[in-house]
């Protein structure tokens, strides 16, 4: 009994070590949201005190009427910025934790490998083919797993890419012109 605990201890101290990574990465991103969140706070306060001394300038209608409008225009590239900058957030987390499982997946894929190998060198005589034949469906595994994990990079790096071509020609919410009276 205690060789088998002995024999589990690793595994359940990198089970141990790979939660409390992910506990990390979790509270890291409430703190980066919560930085967003207060800092989207303080802006739309400096807005609101702006629009405030703005209106109490105007004097016509139509004055207000544009203003309104331009408000409006602001308010609403103003949202799609934030929205940018909340999808950035969760695809660095996203990222992080890729990184996290795929460092661990390694790490496993790895245990069974030579796990296999070691296996298979103890096969009984006469089971060459079918040793053989494990070895190759292994090896197809594996490439399989690389293979899907580059066409994973790969989409992962176009979506950013369309996000940074959308960025760029996406246009820059200008702060809006003091009315005269």
């Known amino acids: 009994m205690q060789d088998q605990l002995k024999q589990l201890k ?7 070590e790979a939660a409390y990574e992910v506990a990390n990465l979790a ?11 207060l800092a989207q706070s303080k802006q739309n306060a400096a807005f609101a005190k702006s629009q ?3 209106v109490s300038e105007l004097k016509d209608p139509a004055s207000v009427f544009q203003f309104v409008q331009s408000q409006l225009e ?7 910025g934030v929205a940018a900058t909340a999808f950035e957030l969760s695809q ?16 496993k894929q790895a245990e069974v490998n030579k796990l296999i190998v070691e296996t298979l ?13 494990l070895k190759q469906a292994v090896d197809a595994g594996n490439k399989a797993v690389a293979q899907a994990r580059t066409a994973a990079k790969k989409s992962a790096e176009l979506a950013k890419q369309g996000l940074e ?3 760029a020609n996406a246009p820059q919410a200008a702060k809006p ?5």
């Open 10 to 16: 690793p595994q359940i101290e990198a089970s141990v």
């Open 27 to 37: 509270l890291s991103q409430v703190e980066r949201a919560t930085e967003l969140s």
């Open 52 to 54: 405030l001394q703005a």
């Open 74 to 80: 602001a308010s609403a590239k103003y949202a799609a």
């Open 92 to 107: 660095e987390f996203q990222a992080e934790l890729t990184e996290l499982a795929e460092t661990q997946f390694d790490a």
């Open 121 to 133: 060198k103890n096969a009984p005589q006469g089971s060459e083919a079918a040793v053989a034949a």
């Open 165 to 167: 071509q959308l960025k």
């Open 177 to 181: 012109a003091r009315r005269r009276a």
